[in-house]
């Protein structure tokens, strides 16, 4: 993680973003955006995945012990979510895609410090 001066939540959810980033495009995807923010809230990753975007709200834990990063998308944080797709996808006509959805990609870390990705598509 990089920034030593920074909040060590912030540097921490910076390093479980890069780590998601990567993880789609290991597997073919291509980061479209990063970080959009509106006034509604922002956007952690949108990617083009085939014919498919994804945005992709990504949930950066050191551990478990306090719930996974899953259980902290209430229905009121989807519903945002929601919205703020739909944002995104006024604010760029000319994207086009066959399906659209949401993922939540939640990142936590082994005992050596290693990031696990898991991806639940809600």
């Known amino acids: 993680m ?17 780590a ?10 291509v980061v479209v955006d ?12 949108v990617v083009r995945e085939r014919a498919a975007l994804v ?3 990504v949930k950066t834990r050191r551990s478990n012990r306090y719930g996974s990063p899953v259980e ?3 229905p009121t944080k989807a519903a945002r979510l929601r919205r703020l797709v739909g944002a995104w996808l006024s604010a760029h ?9 949401i993922d939540i990609a ?3 870390f082994d005992t050596a410090g ?3 990705i898991e991806i639940v598509t809600v």
Request: proline share 5%; with cysteine.
């Open 2 to 18: 990089s920034d030593a001066g920074a909040d060590p939540r912030r540097q921490l959810g910076v390093f479980g973003e890069q």
């Open 20 to 29: 998601v980033a990567r993880w789609y495009e290991q597997r073919g995807a």
């Open 34 to 45: 990063r970080n959009w923010r509106v006034r509604g809230g922002e956007l952690d990753l």
């Open 55 to 57: 945005f992709v709200e």
């Open 72 to 74: 902290a998308i209430t």
């Open 93 to 101: 006509p000319t994207t086009r895609a066959k399906s659209v959805r």
């Open 106 to 108: 939640c990142v936590t």
């Open 114 to 116: 290693t990031p696990a």
